[in-house]
């Protein structure tokens, strides 16, 4: 068992605990649907006053302190669509974390309102990812104390018990992939993160299978293999697969993770201030591991599978050099135009791999290219393909639902001739315009299914906490993929 296994053990979030009713000594949480403060909160005349006004004036969250107890309201705003109220919910659950912290609240009694059907769900979840951190290099980690530690969810009121089942496993799932991705490199390599995703595969009860080095090289996966050139750990390459007898679909839905551990730019090194974060150019990989923990945990019924090749992208005297050119695993010729695109040589190997499981849709998500987070900031992930437009139509409903937001890039040809080479087949970058189009042109080059990629350089990593979703990596695309999953399950059943 890895060192990281054994410290992610000391990771906590809080207990959900499903009640008939709260005591009087509660302390409670109410929803105030459309601005109105329901007629279970038993207050006094200055308290219910003080609520209203803070209510008029637009404050989300409102904390009456007893002392005893405390009673929270959380008013997601007026005329919101369901998504948008849902939103505001769970990063209310960020300000109630504060004051249980401050008020040394262990216990939280949330009562869901008769209004609106999944706010409670959706301020669990809050609260769920929100209580995550990433201290355990400081001494004092093991000190701290977790607040609220017990979230009791009445259910007397309607409430989804299964939505709250599915909430435990998904942000499991984002902690695991928080932390691959916030670990520094000198613990988190090539080995560590196989390590690690062998050990999920063995929690969730998925299948994990790793290809070492000359596996990788009997494949001829000539992208992977160029990238690892200048780095001191061995490449690997891993297919996960979760397989029910009762799946639905009879060719899998397959995901393609970006696993670059660490990205110096190669020989075309990054300026200081660029290198910053990098640790984190692997977190489409760490967002598919996490997803097959989902929906193997949660028993999808349906097939998926996962590719990740993994490496880090460093210099040394074997690395490569623009100018040099490489073959792909499926025989096609890349001029190397820049060492810092590397991520789309690794992703091209896995494309072309994916020919052999014959797969319904193959979905790609990686920290590609600087184009897609000047485009739409943290705000969204880049999405394009070339896949049925109901399969960018679920994905686009379950961003907004999750709100992990996918933005529509167009996907012309015209955008693949930035990509064509004078000396090979392919060169590895394009123009400067629509740079993350020409490089979703160029990895459309090695895959023959239906094929939908996500850019998520701008989401993947955060300089500063963003209410639930916390700084460096905040675990983005993990509930988004899950949710496409269980939509797709659904709609593969009906």
């Known amino acids: 068992m890895s060192n990281f296994t054994r410290l992610n053990k000391l990771i906590m979030r809080p207990e959900i605990k499903v009640v008939s009713d709260c005591g009087p000594t509660d302390s409670v949480l109410f929803f105030a649907v ?79 309102p008769d209004e609106a059907v999944g706010l409670a769900e959706a301020f669990v979840e809050g609260m769920l990812l929100g209580s995550y951190r990433f201290d355990r290099y400081k001494t004092t980690a093991k000190e701290r104390e977790l607040l609220p530690s017990l979230l009791k969810v009445v259910d007397s009121r309607p409430v989804d018990v299964k939505e709250l089942r599915w909430s435990e496993v998904v942000a499991e799932a984002v902690y695991m992939a928080r932390d691959l991705i916030n670990e520094p490199v000198i613990k988190m390599n090539s080995t560590t993160f196989v390590n690690e995703v062998t050990s999920m595969g063995k929690s969730g009860g998925f299948r994990v299978e790793v290809l070492g080095k000359s596996r990788i090289e009997a494949l001829r996966m000539g992208g992977l293999l160029a990238v690892n050139r200048g780095s001191i750990d061995p490449p690997a390459f891993m297919v996960l697969e979760w397989k029910p007898e009762d799946a639905r679909n009879s060719n899998p839905l397959l995901f393609v993770g ?87 040589l690794l992703l091209a190997d896995a494309l072309s791999y994916s020919d052999l499981f014959t797969p319904s849709l193959v979905v790609s998500i990686a920290t590609l290219t600087g184009s897609a987070e000047a485009t739409f900031g943290t705000f969204a992930g880049a999405v ?106 659904e709609k593969s059943g009906s």
Do not use: Q
């Open 384 to 489: 394009m393909g070339n896949a049925e437009e109901e399969h960018f139509e679920l994905l686009s409903s379950t961003g907004y639902s999750v709100y992990e937001r996918v933005a529509r890039l167009p996907f012309w040809h015209e955008y693949g001739e930035a990509m064509k080479s004078d000396i090979a087949d392919l060169k590895n970058l394009g123009s400067r315009n629509g740079g993350a189009i020409n490089a979703g042109k160029f990895l459309e080059s090695f895959v023959k299914a239906p094929f939908i990629h996500i850019d998520i350089a701008g989401p993947a990593i955060l300089k500063k906490d963003d209410h639930y979703r916390k700084k460096d990596g905040p675990g983005f695309g993990v509930r988004l993929l899950a949710g496409f999953c269980r939509s797709f399950s």
């Open 258 to 344: 970006k696993g670059v551990m660490y990205d110096t730019g190669g020989m075309n090194v990054k300026p200081g201030s660029y290198m910053e974060g990098m640790k984190g150019d692997m977190a489409g990989a760490a967002a598919v591991a996490s997803l097959l923990y989902v929906v193997a945990k949660c028993r999808l019924p349906i097939h998926v599978m996962a590719l990740i090749p993994v490496t880090d992208n460093r210099v040394n005297g074997n690395a490569i050099v623009p100018g040099d050119i490489i073959r792909t695993h499926n025989g096609m010729s890349v001029e190397i135009v820049n060492t810092d695109a590397e991520g789309r």
């Open 34 to 112: 459309g601005g109105e403060i329901p007629t279970g909160a038993e207050l006094s005349p200055a308290e219910r006053d003080y609520a209203s006004r803070c209510i008029e004036k637009g404050d989300t969250t409102i904390h009456i302190n007893r002392y005893e107890r405390s009673i929270f309201f959380v008013s997601p705003g007026k005329d919101l669509p369901d998504w948008r109220s849902r939103e505001e919910a769970r990063k209310a659950a960020c300000e109630v974390i504060s004051a249980a912290e401050k008020n040394f609240i262990k216990e939280l009694t949330i009562v869901g």
